[in-house]
């Protein structure tokens, strides 16, 4: 921001504020604008942030880095050595007793077993006790070099009631460190294994390297040649009840068959099988036949009586060869009685003839068809009692069947025993064959094929890497301080904060004024002091600040003027009293002017201007509106008027409350066309809410990189809510080379210009 959006701020401070009601609106489209600014990531925030504290952020990546590089130097170097070892998955032929049982993982199963053997506590404990590492410090805590002079136990609780530790416990825990020194790391898609071991010495790091392939290869000897061992031991004391119990099996068998009588149990029961299913044959063919005379039958016995009309119902009857001949003879007959019986009568010798053949041939059928029918049930009852031999013959064929069958069943158990028990016999004997012949020829699965070296250089600790590390950590962390600082920070540092956390105007900026030492025994000089800084002071940049504060007040109240104007601030020394009086000397260059003091329970004004001792200023005016005159003074050199507060009543806001006040600030209206008033805090007493509703407008001074936004906000909250006008914020003691090297753009801005002719 610069003088223009200064300026800017104020005109839309004016038009915001222009009547009572402005204010209200004004912080509403204020708020409303910082709303919709939380909502944008403001990457030039963050980068103030870590500029306002780069100094910081550097010396404590400084001081941590410089803390590692002691530390680093300070530790002991720690060496490393690798071997590098070949494990062959295909082991040359061992017997033992997981191979009698055909027992065979695959080789990626074979090689993770090893790399576990490898890295077990087992192997590293052989190597502690080969090379003897209970001797060595670095792997031994209970050295007596590693020792503590002095114990905070032993100092509080007195002499310690501890055990000495045993030799085996010496050995356990010289393992433990041992065991966290050793990294075993297989090489992808080969059979190569490197064991590394680190120490802090480079030649034991190579001895204890070399140990630890060493001890695996001879523990895996020593397994090979303990199984061998262990297996033919084995075989021979399960050779023994293998024959034992191959020839009970073979007893049993030939026991079995004596007993049965067993020739050819196959033989037999295939004939047996063949008899079976002849009569099962037979038995269907019968079980038909029966069937069909059955049905047959079964018509018959429905019959009520054997006549001629009944039987002639029945098809089978009609279908029989005889009955269908004795049928057409008496169709024959019929046809031959109907024509006779065209030319002559009942009694003619011929009819008679005709009807006599045709009885006669009438009772042969039905004579025939009796016959017939009692065959049927003769039939019947035969089919029935065949039928029945035949499924005794089936049952009685089945049952010997079963008897074979159990029989076979028993006799294939016994002979399947004595076939595995002699395998297994067979099998056992030629392993022991085997384990004999092969029992001085062990090799190992695994050789060394890369001996460890004596280590040159040094793995631990990686000196440059970690100083890096720290210096890069350091930076974040400080960063990270940084904004936390920041975000617990929550005074109001810059013009930024004010538009950011605040949502009013900014009016102006006041920069601060360089200290001025006076010799000490001198009083300080009159015109070196801030409230005379706009006339006196050779600082470029507070005078034209000043000026921005006023052309943007008058921009601010062209719509609505303010005659009155009142100064107040949160809390006492924020700068308030100087910002009023340079102001109303900057007014004083243009118009007639007069500073009143309205601060009548802190007065400074008097005391700051030189004004004399006990003067008479606005109590007394107010109190005595006669003496108005006599309380105002005339300041030459500054070209206004001042009314101190006078002497401090006792009820000052009482005072300020009568009407006397009112008409005493009526007749100054009448008489400057400016009056700028200084009021108290508005976070201490009450006084200048009352006072803002009597004034035009109202200025709120902030000291910059003090005042906290909770204390501002309360204030202008207050006078919000009094309807007081409240025309913008001043942020005074600015340190602009400071928010210069930020980056701000209020920095070192008013510095551009040099200024060779006074200003109005």
Not at 240 to 251: A, D, I, N, R, V
Not at 417 to 445: C, H, M, P, W
Not at 465 to 484: D, E
Request: proline share 4%; glycine share 6%.
């Amino acid at each position: 921001m610069d003088i223009k959006s200064s300026m800017n701020n104020g005109s839309n401070s004016g038009m915001n504020n222009s009547g009572m009601g402005g204010n209200s609106n004004n912080r509403t489209n204020n708020l409303m604008k910082n709303n919709s600014a939380v909502e944008v990531i403001d990457l030039g925030h963050y980068w103030n942030v870590v500029r306002r504290q780069l100094k910081k952020i550097i010396a404590l990546s400084i001081v941590m880095t410089l803390i590692s590089i002691l530390v680093v130097f300070s530790l002991t170097p720690k060496y490393s050595a690798t071997t590098t070892l070949l494990i062959e998955a295909n082991e040359s032929k061992i017997v033992s007793i997981e191979e009698v049982y055909g027992l065979n993982g695959g080789n990626s199963e074979y090689l993770l077993t090893q790399f576990e053997i490898l890295k077990s506590r087992d192997m590293a404990k052989r190597v502690v006790e080969e090379l003897n590492l209970v001797n060595v410090a670095e792997f031994n805590p209970l050295h007596a070099s590693n020792k503590k002079g002095f114990s905070l136990k032993t100092f509080i609780l007195g002499e310690s009631g501890d055990e000495p530790p045993t030799k085996e416990d010496i050995v356990n825990k010289t393992t433990d460190v041992f065991w966290d020194a050793i990294s075993v790391s297989p090489v992808r898609k080969t059979q190569l294994v490197k064991i590394s071991v680190m120490s802090e010495s480079p030649k034991l790091a190579q001895k204890a390297a070399n140990a630890m392939a060493n001890a695996y290869i001879e523990s895996q000897l020593e397994a090979k040649v303990g199984l061998t061992q262990q297996a033919s031991e084995w075989l021979i004391e399960r050779l023994g009840g293998l024959k034992e119990s191959l020839s009970t099996s073979e007893k049993n068998l030939q026991a079995f068959r004596e007993a049965n009588n067993l020739v050819d149990v196959k033989g037999v029961s295939t004939l047996v099988a063949d008899e079976l299913g002849q009569i099962t044959s037979k038995l269907v063919d019968a079980r038909s036949i029966r069937l069909e005379v059955e049905s047959n039958y079964n018509q018959i016995k429905r019959l009520k009586k054997l006549d001629y009309e009944s039987l002639t119902s029945l098809q089978f009857i009609l279908g029989d060869p005889l009955i269908s001949r004795l049928t057409e003879t008496q169709s024959n007959t019929e046809l031959k009685v109907a024509e006779l019986s065209k030319r002559y009568g009942p009694k003619h010798p011929k009819m008679i003839a005709a009807q006599s053949d045709l009885d006669a041939v009438k009772e042969s059928v039905l004579s025939q068809m009796k016959k017939l029918a009692t065959g049927i049930e003769n039939s019947f009852a035969t089919a029935k009692a065949k039928e029945a031999s035949l499924l005794k013959s089936l049952e009685i064929t089945k049952s010997k069947m079963r008897d074979i069958n159990r029989t076979e069943f028993a006799l294939g158990e016994l002979v399947r025993a004595v076939k595995g028990d002699r395998a297994l016999y067979e099998t056992f004997f030629k392993r022991i064959r085997e384990t004999s012949a092969t029992g001085d020829l062990q090799t190992a699965n695994a050789r060394i094929v890369d001996t460890a070296v004596v280590p040159q250089k040094p793995v631990k600790p990686k000196k440059k890497l970690i100083i890096a590390l720290v210096l890069v950590v350091s930076l974040m962390l400080g960063i990270a301080l940084a904004f936390l600082l920041d975000a617990l920070d929550s005074t109001i540092k810059n013009a930024d904060d004010v538009d950011y956390k605040l949502g009013f105007s900014l009016l102006g900026i006041i920069p601060l004024l360089p200290k001025i030492v006076t010799p000490k025994g001198q009083e300080p000089d009159i015109k070196t002091a801030a409230v005379r800084a706009f006339v006196h002071s050779d600082n470029h940049a507070f005078k034209e600040s000043v000026r921005t504060l006023r052309t943007g007040l008058t921009l601010a109240t062209i719509e609505t003027p303010a005659q009155c104007i009142l100064f107040t601030s949160s809390i006492p020394g924020e700068g308030k009293t100087t910002s009023s009086v340079n102001l109303a000397t900057a007014y004083g260059q243009m118009e007639k002017t007069l500073l009143i003091d309205a601060d009548m329970r802190r007065p400074s004004l008097a005391k700051q201007l030189r004004l004399p001792m006990g003067c008479k200023g606005l109590s007394n005016a107010v109190a005595h509106p006669e003496t108005l005159d006599e309380s105002i003074y005339h300041l030459e050199d500054l070209n206004i008027d001042v009314m101190p507060a006078g002497m401090i009543p006792p009820n000052p806001l009482e005072l300020l409350a009568s009407k006397n006040f009112e008409q005493v600030l009526k007749t100054l209206r009448t008489r400057y066309q400016r009056i700028v008033i200084d009021s108290p805090p508005i976070g201490a007493v009450s006084d200048a809410l009352y006072l803002s509703t009597l004034s035009d407008g109202l200025i709120y001074v902030i000291k910059a990189d003090s005042t906290k936004d909770k204390m501002v906000k309360s204030g202008l909250s207050r006078l919000d809510d009094s309807n007081a006008r409240i025309l913008g914020v001043v942020l005074n003691q600015l340190d602009t080379d400071k928010e210069a090297r930020y980056g701000s753009s209020y920095g070192g801005y008013y510095d551009t210009y040099e200024y060779h002719e006074k200003r109005v």
